[in-house]
């Protein structure tokens, strides 16, 4: 129970709530209230920031917002982004509305590289050389993506080497 | 010095046959990629024992804000699953290594310039969402930030 098939052409239930996205095909399920997740004391003061928490977990079940559903999609990335932030600088408890920014930028600059990706080259498809020739221009990048290429085929040639050595014995 | 007087003997005995100017040509160029190499061996040689250096003097909170920095990654799957929902098809593991590096070098970026935007501004950590929309806005004029999605207009 709890799965149900959207009429064809129907976009949303009779309650006038919105079909929610699962990863493979499109099923509604009973949205529960979202958990918000740490909020580290001054979550009072951010409420007057833009995003109005009671708005942000009610679009999970409303028509979808003009910014095309993100406001809907489960959080991907939340624990590493908050180690990663904590890394980078900032406090060792960032605030959840922060993390919630930030996570919105990187799944649009992954979404963005992947559509310039797949326009150059080989057309429809994704491919490391793309992805090197639109980072050429940013040496942080470039740098980054050619020292974890490197390493990884490094890795792989010791990994065959070792299980190589391990079958002659 | 000595390696050119070198390749000139060998580039001189060898315009005769078009062979061996071709070798001489290569090792030529072998040569300088070998010396380019161990260069930088001995540059990055440096480099690691600087970076040596400084690890062993950090503070316990620095040791562990440095921790996070080298270990925080996105989840290869999740990565994965974002792109190939994007392209309706499948990747190559190297798509997904190369996409996660530079996914958390641009995560790098917003921070470092938010945490700029925010001792600017004379405020202190945790990073607040201000900070970070001035510092997307800052990125965005400097063209650090990729968009598609302006508007053509075609007829004006």
């Known amino acids: 129970a709890g799965r149900v098939w959207p009429e064809p052409g129907g976009a949303c239930d009779a309650a006038g709530r919105s079909w929610a996205w699962c990863r493979t095909t499109r099923w509604r399920r009973p949205q529960p209230r979202r958990d918000r997740g ?6 009072a003061s951010m409420a007057d920031e ?45 605030y959840t509305e922060s993390v919630d920014i930030l996570e919105d930028l990187v799944i649009e600059f992954i979404t963005e590289m992947t559509h310039k990706a797949m326009s150059i080259g080989r057309q429809g498809r994704v491919q490391v050389e793309d992805i090197v020739f639109l980072i050429r221009k940013d040496p942080r990048k470039f740098a980054r993506v050619k020292d974890l290429l490197t390493m990884n085929e490094e890795l792989k040639r010791a990994r065959k080497a070792f299980d190589e050595a391990n079958y002659g014995s | 010095q000595q390696v050119n007087s070198q390749e000139g003997l060998e580039l001189a005995s060898a315009e005769t046959e078009d062979s061996t ?16 190499k161990e260069k930088k061996q001995k540059v990055d040689e440096d480099e690691i024992q600087k970076m040596q250096i400084l690890v062993s003097s950090f503070s316990e909170e620095q040791l562990n804000r440095y921790e996070m920095y080298r ?14 929902s994007i392209t309706g098809t499948s990747v190559s593991q190297n798509v997904v290594i190369a996409m996660s590096g530079i996914s958390k070098v641009f995560a790098g970026e917003v921070v470092e310039e ?7 501004w004379g405020e202190l950590p945790p990073l607040q969402p201000k900070h970070m929309r001035e510092a997307v806005r800052r990125l965005k004029s400097r063209g650090q930030i990729p968009n598609s999605k302006y508007k053509k207009i075609t007829f004006h």
């Open chain 2, 114 to 120: 938010a945490l700029d935007v925010c001792e600017k």
């Open chain 1, 50 to 94: 833009e995003e109005d928490p009671p708005f942000e977990e009610d679009t999970e079940e409303a028509g979808g917002g003009p910014d095309g559903g993100q406001g809907k999609r489960k959080r991907l990335f939340s624990k590493e982004l908050r180690c990663m932030m904590y890394g980078f600088g900032d406090d060792q408890n960032p």
């Open chain 2, 21 to 36: 100017l071709q070798t001489a040509a290569a090792k030529k160029i072998k040569i300088e990629i070998k010396e380019k």
């Open chain 1, 38 to 43: 740490r909020k580290c004391g001054a979550a």
């Open chain 2, 71 to 84: 270990r925080s990654a996105f989840p290869k799957a999740a990565i994965k699953r974002l792109v190939q």
